[in-house]
């Protein structure tokens, strides 16, 4: 009975051992351990080391945020001189066309002067006729003589209008500044730049002259 109950124990163990023997041992993955320095220079050299690695670290990190920095800043840069470069040309625009009106007012101006005083003097010339053919009419005259004029005398023509040439001339000079002055006050309105401001100077330079010209 003994026996029997051995080899059974034998029987039983027996696959026990077998099954174990198949099992493969688990394999833990090695973990990487980095030596430490032990000696003085060891310690010191890579005391160093990390030194230099955090320094070109945060040298890298700096020149990044600068170049971003100076990307944004060219960035704003241009946009502000294409917006001066647009409000520059607006105002030049702006101002050409002002010239313009006031060359072509200056120049009509010139042209009512001078229409002036062909015409009244033309005026003068027909209305003395018209007095003097009334007053023959009125005196019933049918022909007139001619005197004769001895040479040591001299005839003086005497031109008379409603309005003088000088009143003229004086109207168009005061239209002129009252033009200038205008212009120079609508210009000191507008905001300068530094752009303007060599335009604004030769603008008023010139229509000094022209006032000054038809004064």
Request: aromatic residues 8%.
């Amino acid at each position: 009975m003994a026996m029997a109950t051995n080899n059974l124990r034998q029987t039983n163990n027996s696959p026990t051992w077998s099954s174990s023997s198949s099992l493969t041992p688990v394999q833990r993955p090695q973990q990487q351990v980095q030596p430490q320095p032990m000696t003085a220079p060891e310690q010191y050299w890579a005391t160093r080391a990390l030194r230099a690695e955090a320094l070109l670290e945060a040298h890298l990190t700096h020149k990044k945020e600068v170049q971003t920095v100076g990307e944004a800043h060219d960035v704003r840069r241009e946009r502000e001189i294409g917006a001066l470069a647009k409000e520059y040309k607006e105002k030049h625009a702006s101002l050409e066309g002002l010239l313009h009106f006031l060359f072509v007012l200056i120049s009509i101006l010139v042209l009512v002067i001078i229409y002036l005083t062909t015409h009244f003097t033309r005026h003068s010339l027909l209305m003395q006729d018209k007095q003097q053919e009334r007053w023959w009419s009125a005196i019933g005259a049918s022909h007139f003589t001619i005197p004769v004029l001895s040479p040591f005398t001299s005839v003086i023509e005497q031109e008379t209008s409603a309005i003088g040439v000088r009143v003229i001339g004086t109207l168009a000079a005061i239209t002129a500044c009252l033009a200038y002055f205008a212009f120079r006050h609508w210009l000191a309105k507008q905001p300068k730049s530094p752009a303007t401001a060599s335009t604004s100077s030769v603008t008023n330079t010139a229509m000094a002259t022209i006032s000054r010209a038809i004064i």
